[in-house]
T-cell receptor
Framework: QKEVEQNSGPLSVPEGAIASLNCTYS??????FFWYRQYSGKSPELIMS????GDKEDGRFTAQLNKASQYVSLLIRDSQPSDSATYLC??????????????FGRGTQLTVWP | ETGVTQSPTHLIKTRGQQVTLRCSSQ?????VSWYQQALGQGPQFIFQ???????GRGNFPPRFSGLQFPNYSSELNVNALELDDSALYLC???????????FGPGTRLTVT
């Protein structure tokens, strides 16, 4: 059973600060990693995908992957109140019948206060 | 917003009843996965369909079943509903590369 663990939160940061969200995963051969944002009462929205070690930047979001440490993170720069949501880390199972299955962490609730 | 749609939006059923949830895939996506999300939890994988065949199943009993149609739309059927089936049911679609998956708005099921 693959496990995905996220820092428990909730996380609260002031507007304009950097929010740092962390995730570890148990299956060393995982290849695809995703961050989803979920507003209260809504469905998850894909905001970042990363497949290779290193950093991937998209606007105010930076995903970081370290496969040796089985660690993936999301940094949100210049945080805005509209970033307040639950952030879900997901790992893609890529062996046998689990190909394409996403394993999710429980999510970290982020609040950005003005 | 993604092009994935789900119906109905909300549903209230009684324990023991049966329910069918529907999902229409985003254009170009031929893979559909269903997830169950309980309150305060991450989504849990139910099963996935690719080319109209089940392609992997999570730890859910056989009373959870599904179909994928030639136009890539899909149904999730749940028989003999239990109180613990109350959750947000999400479908996610993607391409045959099995990488990025995009969620529909979900169906909120309440079992009383």
């Amino acid at each position: 059973q693959k496990e995905v663990e996220q820092n428990s939160g909730p996380l609260s940061v002031p507007e304009g600060a950097i929010a740092s969200l962390n995730c570890t995963y148990s299956d060393r051969v995982s290849q695809s990693f995703f961050w989803y944002r979920q507003y209260s009462g809504k469905s998850p929205e894909l905001i970042m995908s990363i497949y290779s070690n290193g950093d991937k930047e998209d606007g105010r979001f930076t995903a970081q992957l370290n496969k040796a440490s089985q660690y993936v993170s999301l940094l949100i720069r210049d945080s805005q109140p509209s970033d307040s949501a639950t952030y879900l880390c997901a790992v893609n199972g890529n062996r046998g019948s689990t190909l394409g299955r996403l394993y999710f962490g429980r999510g970290t609730q982020l609040t950005v206060w003005p | 917003e993604t092009g994935v749609t789900q119906s109905p939006t909300h549903l209230i059923k009684t324990r023991g009843q049966q329910v069918t949830l529907r999902c229409s895939s985003q254009s170009g996506h031929n893979t559909v996965s269903w997830y169950q999300q309980a309150l305060g939890q991450g989504p849990q994988f139910i099963f996935q369909y690719y080319r109209e065949e089940e392609n992997g199943r999570g730890n859910f009993p056989p009373r959870f079943s599904g179909l994928q149609f030639p136009n890539y739309s899909s149904e999730l059927n749940v028989n003999a509903l239990e109180l613990d089936d109350s959750a947000l049911y999400l479908c996610a679609t993607g391409t045959g590369d099995f990488y990025e998956q995009y969620f529909g708005p979900g169906t909120r099921l309440t079992v009383t």
